[in-house]
């Protein structure tokens, strides 16, 4: 809980922290409604989800009498809760090896996930490997080469070779010759040619398929939470492209837009594994809606 409070401090001091601050002892009228959507709406929770939300706590409210600030945020958060649930166990079980696909534009903050999701699964006892398959940018190459040095983890890469299947191909090898249980999947981030990145995903996950069976496993998307609701656009261009199973939202720690989180679930019905408060390599914080909500309220 307290990673994700000082994490959210910026969305929770912005908006959310405010929203208290409309209610006061007999003083609940249109205006106080238009306040309370505005504020969402900065808050990046999007235009479904702030008149769903609105709507409700309005009705509740008038129905119960409600007049206390406290009373007004407690509805605000159980309506809140009640839009979100955790997320499912990553598909990691019953097989020797699992295959994640990990999508997502460049500068979304991709390459600094897949290590530090390579970390936490490290630390939970999985033995991983990573396929550096965004083959055109070198920089991520190198950067994946140097994280993997650091998290002890290895990276299966191809300077030469400019084809991504290839790559896959290698790191799938690579993994049943070390016994390793875990392969984690790079891919180029490009969403200005759409049919550019469905034909490189398409065959990423085509060499996936042929080499382990039903691979992917898990194709979890990264989000840079800074970006609000143009994340959301990126997600519904990359659902269109890939079967999304998961995401990743990063960079929260950084935006007073947390509410895009709940454009996500009401919007997407995408589940939210984790999301990054932090630089640090323990920073990717597994998502739990109960301290998500707590974090944005002041206590």
């Known amino acids: 809980m307290g990673l994700f409070r000082s994490g959210m401090s910026k969305t929770r001091t912005s908006f959310f922290g405010r929203i208290g601050q409309l209610f006061v002892e007999s003083d609940i009228d249109e205006t106080t409604w238009e306040d309370m959507e505005a504020m969402l709406l ?69 390459t600094t996930t897949i290590a530090k999701l390579s970390n936490q699964l490290k630390k939970e006892g999985r033995k991983v490997i990573i396929a550096a398959g965004d083959t055109f940018r070198a920089a991520a190459v190198e950067q994946l080469e140097k994280w993997g040095e650091r998290i002890g983890v290895p990276v299966i890469s191809n300077k030469t070779n400019k084809d991504a299947g290839s790559v896959v191909f290698d790191a799938t ?30 065959k990423i996950k085509a060499v996936s398929a042929k080499t382990v ?20 656009q990126q997600a519904k261009k990359f659902s269109e492209v890939v079967d999304v ?35 640090g390599l323990d920073d990717l914080v597994r998502f739990d809606p109960d301290s998500f909500i707590d974090s944005l309220f002041d206590e």
């Not at 939202?249 to 589940?271: Q, Y």
Request: zero cysteines; aromatic letters at 4%.
């Open 173 to 202: 090898s690579a993994a049943r010759a070390r016994k390793l249980d875990t392969l984690i999947i790079d891919t180029a981030g490009r969403l200005h040619n759409n049919y550019n990145l469905m034909e490189e995903l398409a």
């Open 213 to 232: 069976h039903e691979a992917p496993h898990e194709v979890i998307l990264v989000l840079d939470g800074t970006t609000g609701q143009n994340a959301l």
């Open 245 to 279: 199973t998961g995401i990743i939202v990063t960079k929260l720690d950084g935006t007073a837009k947390g509410g895009m989180i709940f454009s996500i679930f009401n919007d997407l019905k995408i589940p939210i594994h984790y999301i990054g408060l932090g630089e």
């Open 42 to 110: 900065q808050a990046d929770l999007g235009v479904n989800s702030t008149q769903y939300i609105v709507k409700h706590v309005r009705e509740t409210v008038e129905k119960q009498g409600l007049r206390t600030a406290k009373q007004v945020q407690q509805v605000l958060k159980d309506i809140l809760r009640g839009m979100m649930s955790a997320p499912p166990p990553l598909n990691l079980q019953g097989r020797m090896l699992s295959v994640f696909l990990i999508v997502g534009v460049n500068g979304s903050g991709k």
